[in-house]
């Protein structure tokens, strides 16, 4: 850097590629690819929410629950990507933790159910009626002598009546009503069996007891149909099915919404938003031998363990493509879509905590820090003009340029600048002045034992640069530490502390030597403004 060359190379650089950064933030009109070039604000600053997910991974082993959690972070990722969150953070938060910072977001609910939603797609055979009536037959027997366990199916128990006997053979039972409570839980729908809407919840926790569960037969379990959004008081259909899949969603090759139209003929479709799927190779090969081999049989299509289609197998359907629909909105179908085309979680995951910061808040951070930023850079400006004289305007143009350069490189790497992180890009102008205010103190003490202008600031320059090197070093070092070890805001200080240092270690030693070289030292002079 002693040659003259190489230091304006590098200062003409440093200037060049900072201008082209800041350009986008005040010139309208920029090509798309250098338009998109700007400061991206946190969720602090933008708006949005920030949830933390806890990865279930105690029924894995060490090695599957990292992939468990892995998997978890890419299926999140592409969620939002399709979802359309602009600049989302999603870390990784000690072992089994998930971050995720949605800047922007309105629809909190609509996010929140789209990230942890599993959307399992599963094909099922519906028992047929003597399987069925095998099923609610058990349940009603396992029930009867277990009725204390479940006090709410109490209304629907029904004594059993008295035996009755034939008078020509008094010791012969000729017919007994065994007393029923399954059987009265449901009820008969034009399709099947039915529960009213106020049991739906009781049915869910029953299926969710182990106890229950293991008293229906095996190969068997029971399912709830999709709720009806038209009549909230609707009776909801339940199916006993196969607890077997004949297939899953792995076999899926592509879904996508699809809006039906008014002429169709399908009542379910017409002038609704709906699930267009198609299957891979060789899934429609299973899906053609599956329905060709079962004529007459109903196929339940389930997402989610709930029965959104339970048709009854007609033909032989090859290709492999088919539909779902129900009663959906449009972004109901839309999120099914991203879910199923972006995979399932390998372990749930649960929502531990949830932060809504509102856009009025962030508009407010922004003004707050902003102002502060003001504040603190005019109280440094006048703070070396009064100490340092013409020294000190240089000094001032040092601090400009680095500030410049903090916004240009959170532009150009797509950092996004948050409250903690306009802290440290105070911070880090802080430091800059200190590199220079260690400088000007040795020049002015090389002048005082009777160096000339230009010996003083060789000197000054040469002792300071040492001690500055160890000083803004040391402090690099932590904020490496604090972006690798922290999270969030810790983070977005830790960034802007980095790119600070950086530039007022630049700017201080080489742009201010070479300001000093090209106005201040030249001629003869025997004194400068110091």
């Not at 004289?389 to 340029?401: E, H, R």
């Not at 904020?479 to 070890?485: E, G, H, R, S």
């Amino acid at each position: 850097m002693n040659k003259i060359s190489w230091r304006s190379a590098s200062i003409l650089v440093f200037i060049l590629v900072t201008a082209f950064f800041l350009a986008p933030m005040v010139i309208p009109n920029l090509p798309e690819w250098w338009g998109s070039k700007k400061i991206k604000l946190g969720l602090d600053l933008r708006g949005g929410m920030q949830i933390l997910l806890d990865v279930d991974t105690s029924k894995l082993n060490a090695e599957q629950g990292k992939d468990a959690v892995d998997n978890a972070i890419e299926v999140i990722r592409n969620r939002i990507d399709q979802f359309g969150v602009a600049e989302p953070s999603i870390q990784k938060i000690g072992e089994n933790r998930i971050m995720v910072q949605l800047p922007g977001v309105k629809d909190f609910d609509r996010a929140r159910s789209l990230i942890g939603k599993t959307a399992m797609l599963e094909f099922k055979f519906v028992a047929e009626k003597t399987d069925a009536d095998k099923v609610i037959s058990a349940l009603d027997s396992y029930l009867q002598s277990n009725l204390s366990r479940y006090p709410k199916l109490a209304e629907y128990y029904k004594p059993a009546a008295p035996a009755k006997t034939d008078p020509a053979k008094p010791d012969s039972v000729v017919s007994t009503d065994t007393g029923k409570i399954f059987s009265n839980f449901i009820r008969s729908g034009s399709t099947g069996a039915t529960i009213g809407y106020e049991d739906a919840d009781l049915l869910t926790a029953m299926m969710k007891d182990t106890t229950f569960t293991n008293n229906i037969p095996t190969g068997f379990t029971i399912v709830l149909g999709q709720e009806n959004r038209e009549d909230a008081k609707a009776d909801r259909e339940i199916y006993i099915i196969h607890e077997n899949a004949e297939l899953t969603g792995e076999a899926l090759d592509y879904a996508k919404v699809m809006i039906g139209s008014a002429n169709s003929g399908d009542p379910s479709t017409a002038n609704k938003p709906y699930i267009s799927f198609k299957l891979n190779k060789e899934g429609a090969r299973s899906f053609e031998s599956l329905t060709g081999n079962n004529i007459n049989r109903r196929l339940a299509i389930l997402l989610d363990d709930i029965v959104y289609a339970a048709p009854v197998i007609k033909d032989r359907i090859p290709r492999g493509e088919g539909q779902i629909s129900g009663n959906f909105t449009l972004d109901e179908v839309r999120d099914l879509v991203i879910v199923l085309k972006t995979g399932n979680l390998k372990a749930p995951v649960t929502e531990e905590r949830t932060i809504i910061v509102g856009a009025s808040l962030g508009s407010d951070s922004i003004k707050s820090g902003a102002m502060a930023g003001l504040i603190g850079l005019m109280a440094i400006f006048l703070f070396m003009l009064i100490l340092y004289k013409g020294s000190g305007v240089i000094a001032d143009i040092a601090l400009l340029l680095n500030a410049g350069f903090i916004g240009a490189m959170l532009a150009a790497f797509g950092a996004s600048l948050t409250l903690p992180g306009i802290a440290g890009a105070i911070l880090s102008v802080g430091m800059a002045v200190d590199a220079n205010v260690l400088i000007y103190e040795r020049i002015k003490e090389e002048l005082a034992n009777g160096k000339t202008p230009r010996n003083a600031v060789d000197t000054g320059f040469q002792r300071a640069s040492i001690t500055i090197w160890d000083s803004q070093l040391t402090t690099l070092i932590a904020a490496v530490v604090l972006y690798n070890i922290g999270s969030g805001p810790v983070r977005g200080f830790a960034v802007t502390l980095t790119i600070g240092i950086i530039g007022s270690m630049f700017t201080a030693i080489v742009v201010c030597r070479a300001m000093f070289e090209s106005f201040v030292l030249t001629g003869k002079k025997k004194s400068i403004s110091i």
